[in-house]
């Protein structure tokens, strides 16, 4: 039997990363272990090293009921192309996240950051069959289910984009800078620009920048 203070928190990693797929995660914690999952060093993995992430994961698998949906960069491609929105996409990942978890677990308050028009994962959610209290907030990650969601969001997207680099024996670095439009351009070279989607998402404007050249 849960309480109105247990919650699912819900996160996602790899939303501004070019290369790899997107990963969203969601976390059941009971309100009675937050204060466990605190003391162990549980909170937003945007303050984390990736070794910590990596190893702070392990620890939350072991003790949370969870799921994490990934969508590699060929799937993600095409979703893209067919919903045409960014937060839409999100919705549905975020709403098959919660569809999962709540198939292991009872509880109905749900926790995710404010990624856009919340429409988007209530209409979601309902197309689903669920119906849950909702919370989209700034900084959700002060939540320590949130925090949980976002870590283990991390450590899949980390393990997927080496996963990713190993098997085309290339480096894909993390983000969208300058050295992420040189890893695609050489990546490009060896493979060839229709290959790119394997890897990338392509709608990001960095496509632009390494197709530039070789188009």
Request: with cysteine; charged share 25%.
């Amino acid at each position: 039997m849960n309480t109105i203070d247990d919650q699912i928190g819900i996160d996602e990693s790899g939303k501004g990363d070019y290369f790899g797929p997107l990963v969203i995660a969601g976390v059941y914690v009971p309100s009675v272990q937050e204060d466990q999952l605190r003391a162990m060093g549980v909170r937003d993995s945007k303050t984390l090293s990736d070794a910590k992430a990596t190893a702070l994961a392990t620890r939350i698998r072991s003790q949370c009921p969870h799921t994490v949906v990934a969508i590699g960069p060929e799937r993600y491609n095409a979703l893209h192309t067919s919903m045409k929105n960014l937060n839409r996409m999100l919705a549905w990942g975020h709403a098959r996240a919660i569809e999962n978890l709540l198939e292991k677990v009872d509880c109905h308050r749900v926790v995710a950051d404010q990624f856009g028009d919340e429409r988007f994962l209530k209409n979601a959610l309902m197309a689903k069959g669920r119906e849950v209290t909702l919370i989209q907030k700034p900084r959700a990650e002060e939540e320590v289910a949130v925090a949980a969601a976002s870590i283990l969001a991390r450590a899949e997207f980390l393990r997927r984009l080496q996963e990713l680099g190993s098997k085309y024996g290339v480096t894909l670095p993390k983000g969208a800078s300058d050295s992420v439009i040189q890893a695609a351009k050489a990546f490009v070279q060896k493979y060839g620009a229709e290959a790119l989607g394997q890897v990338a998402k392509l709608h990001f404007r960095t496509t632009q920048s390494v197709l530039g050249n070789n188009s």
